[in-house]
């Protein structure tokens, strides 16, 4: 019996195991498959965005965030879409706390 999502993103957080990243070609796309590792980037008023499905020991096993990225207070960006870099950590409270580096979510 294949695990549920909340069963592979508790893994995942309690081995502190990282997760690599798979981006999505649209924002259905990235909701209709939103697991551990799935990101999107969107743009708004010329802005870039990421889309990032952490783990989360809540029910769905997930937690979602919309970062900016290269934009005063948001997170810093190396530009690769495929394998993406953002600094600082990711700390979604009470859902997940971790880097994104070179297209892998580890936890801290």
């Known amino acids: 019996m294949r695990p549920t999502r909340a069963q592979e993103a508790e893994a995942v957080s309690e081995s502190r195991l990282s997760v690599d990243c798979f981006p999505m070609a649209s924002e259905d796309e990235f909701f ?5 590792g799935a990101i999107y980037f969107s743009e708004k008023d010329g802005k870039l965005f990421v889309w990032v499905a952490v783990p989360s020991p809540c029910e769905t096993g997930i937690a979602v965030g919309r970062l900016p990225v290269n934009q005063p ?11 993406p870099t953002l600094t600082p950590s990711i700390h979604c409270v009470d859902h997940w706390h971790g880097f994104l580096r070179a297209g892998r979510l580890e936890s801290c």
Not at 32 to 36: G, K, L, Q, S
Not at 73 to 83: C, H, K, L, V
């Open 32 to 36: 209709a498959n939103r697991r551990p």
């Open 73 to 83: 207070n948001g997170w810093s960006f190396d530009g690769n879409r495929e394998r």
